[in-house]
Nanobody
Framework: QVVPVESGGGLVQFGGSLRLSCAASASGVSLKTMGWYRQVPGKERELVADITADGRKTYAPSAAGRSSIFRDDTKNTVDLQMSSLNSADTAVYYC??????????????????????WGQGTQVTVSP
């Protein structure tokens, strides 16, 4: 079981910056891609940025150039740094973690199918 917990949201000034953090409590799993999504009422949840287990990063066009995503596998965390915030960045931000359960049969290590886990979300509001 993986439980992602977000922190760092709140009210931010137009043109300002923020850092969102996600800590995934996890045991007996192998964390795969971790990332940040956002959603506004009436719209689908959309990718902001994600990072694979081997460090490959993907950014949405709206976030590229002003965002950075980091992961620390020693702490099971993934952070998102965003700058030059504008009204279009106002949304609920969700942490997404893909993970596989790790098991053993004798000396053989195996992994289950990958499952996706979502955090509860954190509100980010950009004020004019």
């Amino acid at each position: 079981q993986v439980v992602p917990v977000e922190s760092g949201g709140g009210l931010v000034q137009f043109g300002g910056s923020l850092r969102l953090s996600c800590a995934a409590s996890a045991s007996g799993v192998s964390l795969k891609t971790m990332g940040w999504y956002r959603q506004v009422p009436g719209k689908e949840r959309e990718l902001v940025a994600d990072i694979t287990a081997d460090g490959r990063k993907t950014y949405a066009p709206s976030a590229a150039g002003r965002s950075s995503i980091f992961r620390d596998d020693t702490k099971n965390t993934v952070d998102l740094q965003m700058s030059s915030l504008n009204s279009a960045d106002t949304a609920v931000y969700y942490c997404k973690v893909d993970a596989a359960t790790v098991g053993r049969k004798g000396w053989t290590r195996y992994e289950s199918d990958i499952k996706t886990y979502w955090g509860q979300g954190t509100q980010v509001t950009v004020s004019p």
